[in-house]
């Protein structure tokens, strides 16, 4: 059984950075993809970025430049840092992870990932 905690998430005003950790437990293979997503109320949830076990990344067009997805892949420990910060950042970042790759990369679609963390919210304030 995998589980999936994120934590760092709170209050930040705009132009800060933060840093969001998800601590994965369970079968290793079931954390072959790992990825983040958010969603805000109202709103479908959507992909951020992913990454692979290979260190290979996937970035939503939008979100490159200001997201930074990594992992220890030792513990194993799932990152997402967040600099220059918007209000419309502010949503429920949630830690997905798949066991299985399409054709060697990560996608960011939801339906693609298994395992879902309880997620952490992030506010931005202006």
């Known amino acids: 059984q995998v589980q999936l905690v994120e934590s760092g998430g709170g209050s930040v005003q705009a132009g800060g950075s933060l840093r969001l950790s998800c601590a994965a437990s369970?079968?290793?293979?079931?954390?072959?993809?790992m990825g983040w997503f958010r969603q805000v109320p109202d709103k479908s949830r959507e992909g951020v970025a992913t990454?692979?076990?290979?260190?290979?990344?996937n970035y939503a067009i939008s979100m490159k430049g200001r997201f930074t997805i990594s992992k220890d892949s030792a513990k194993p420990i799932l990152y997402l840092q967040i600099d220059n910060l918007i209000p419309d950042d502010a949503a429920v970042y949630y830690c997905?992870?798949?066991?299985?790759?399409?054709?060697?990369?990560?996608?960011?679609?939801?339906?693609?990932?298994?395992?879902w963390g309880q997620g952490t919210q992030v506010t931005v304030s202006s």
């Open positions: 990454i692979g076990s290979g260190g290979r990344t």
């Open positions: 369970g079968p290793s293979v079931s954390t072959v993809c």
């Open positions: 997905a992870s798949s066991p299985r790759t399409w054709g060697g990369s990560c996608t960011l679609r939801i339906s693609d990932f298994e395992y």
